[in-house]
């Protein structure tokens, strides 16, 4: 009896190891870009000074900012390796004006996720409302680790980072979702 | 001449056409790319009036530039002798084009002839030469040999770079735009970026 408890103990941490191995390589994977054919780095950071060079296998100077109205600069954009100029904390953009929230309905863009905001629409005739939705694609960065469908996110306005990307995810609150995420009616 | 920078041409988010109601604007034109060529020996820059009465330099034929040395402080001015790998295009490589961006080679000897002025090392030389004994041609004052035994403490280069000081030629990224501001300046590739880019070019020579 005590033998088979310990075997099924020692299931269930190398299912934990794994699943943390396997969560740790995702994250790996989200944060590396593929074989890319200039250098990346952060513009503006000189990487070469005598002092860096001497030290030999130094980890490098790493620029990060805070983006203000309170939100928290995730670890992974101080302690990470990834090189992202559309990066709120560590890249060249500036998050001013409109903050929305929504619901995460797609990922898979690099660096960029679809989400959705729903509202309600006033019909004056009738004194009632109608469901209204909007699809806006946002641009994530590599610190916030993978996201899911079904995650609410809080993104800011910047510039134009793309024909269509105007928003960049501040924070990620996880959430699951039960059923068709296109097809959840969510007010913020 | 047809180049516009519109955007009205093309198609919304959801994939639907927008209608053209309106003609090109004078403001949307674009201009031909410049396509500056490496050509020794040869400046060729013309002068383009833009909008606002201001004034580009689009260079067509380069061979010289401004080049710093980024951990040591200086720029020198220093003749390219040869494009080596472009990240965007591989035929950008072949017609010899500069853009910003590409990777050049460039003549060592101002840096080489700056460093021995400053640290009195020559940078490159072979061991035989070491054996005959420096040139001691001129006389050196003593407060200028008390100066250069401060500076010999911290006299270290990359080793990679020091490497490339044998062959003369020194590994360059070209950061200025020569079809905007007509010139070719850009920065010596150091650590970790040089061990990438002595990569590609290896990559490439297969």
């Known amino acids: 009896m005590h033998k088979i408890r310990v075997q099924r103990v020692k299931e269930v941490e190398y299912q934990r190891i794994k699943n943390q191995y396997l969560l740790i390589k995702k994250n790996i994977l989200w944060q590396t870009f593929k074989n890319q054919r200039a250098f990346q780095k952060q513009e503006g950071i000189f990487q070469n000074s005598k002092k860096l060079l001497a030290k030999k296998t130094s980890k490098g100077v790493r620029y990060w900012k805070e983006v203000g109205l309170g939100f928290k600069v995730p670890k992974d954009a101080i302690e990470g390796n990834y090189i992202d100029k559309k990066c709120?904390?560590?890249?060249?953009?500036?998050?001013?004006?409109?903050?929305?929230?929504?619901?995460?309905?797609?990922?898979?863009?690099?660096?960029t996720i679809i989400i959705r905001r729903d509202y309600l629409h006033y019909v004056a005739k009738y004194n009632r409302y109608?469901?209204?939705?909007?699809?806006?694609?946002?641009?994530?960065s590599p610190a916030f680790g993978p996201v899911k469908e079904g995650d609410?996110?809080?993104?800011?306005?910047?510039?134009?980072?793309?024909?269509?990307?105007?928003?960049?995810?501040l924070k990620v609150i996880p959430n699951e979702i039960i059923g068709n995420v296109r097809k959840q009616f969510v007010l913020f | 001449?047809?180049?516009?920078?519109?955007?009205?041409?093309?198609?919304?988010?959801?994939?639907?056409?927008?209608?053209?109601?309106?003609?090109?604007?004078?403001?949307?034109?674009?201009?031909?790319?410049?396509?500056?060529?490496?050509?020794?020996?040869e400046k060729r820059v013309r002068r383009i009036r833009v909008r606002?009465?201001?004034f580009k330099f689009r260079a067509l034929r380069l061979s010289e530039g401004n080049f710093s040395w980024g951990s040591q402080g200086i720029a020198k001015k220093a003749k390219i002798v040869e494009v080596v790998y472009h990240p965007s295009n591989n035929e950008l490589v072949r017609t010899k084009t500069l853009t910003r961006g590409v990777i050049v080679q460039v003549d060592a000897t101002p840096f080489r002839q700056w460093y021995a002025k400053k640290y009195n090392v020559e940078l490159g030389s072979k061991k035989k030469d070491k054996k005959e004994g420096?040139?001691?041609?001129?006389?050196?004052?003593?407060?200028?040999?008390?100066?250069?035994?401060?500076?010999a403490k911290d006299n270290a280069i990359d080793a990679?770079?020091?490497?490339?000081?044998t062959n003369q030629r020194l590994l360059v990224r070209i950061t200025s735009r020569p079809g905007q501001s007509g010139r070719a300046d850009g920065y010596i590739l150091e650590g970790k970026e040089l061990e990438f880019y002595i990569k590609k070019v290896e990559q490439k020579k297969k």
């Open chain 1, 88 to 111: 709120p904390f560590t890249g060249n953009v500036s998050v001013r004006g409109a903050i929305l929230k929504g619901i995460v309905i797609s990922t898979k863009m690099t660096r």
């Open chain 1, 130 to 140: 109608e469901k209204r939705h909007r699809n806006v694609p946002v641009h994530i």
């Open chain 1, 152 to 169: 609410i996110v809080v993104c800011g306005q910047c510039r134009p980072l793309s024909k269509t990307v105007r928003f960049n995810v």
């Open chain 2, 1 to 41: 001449m047809g180049i516009s920078r519109d955007s009205r041409h093309k198609r919304r988010l959801t994939g639907g056409r927008m209608p053209i109601h309106k003609k090109k604007r004078a403001f949307e034109k674009g201009r031909q790319a410049a396509m500056t060529k490496l050509v020794s020996g």
């Open chain 2, 52 to 54: 606002g009465g201001n």
């Open chain 2, 134 to 151: 420096q040139p001691e041609a001129t006389k050196k004052s003593r407060s200028l040999i008390k100066k250069l035994e401060q500076r």
């Open chain 2, 160 to 165: 990679l770079v020091q490497e490339q000081f």
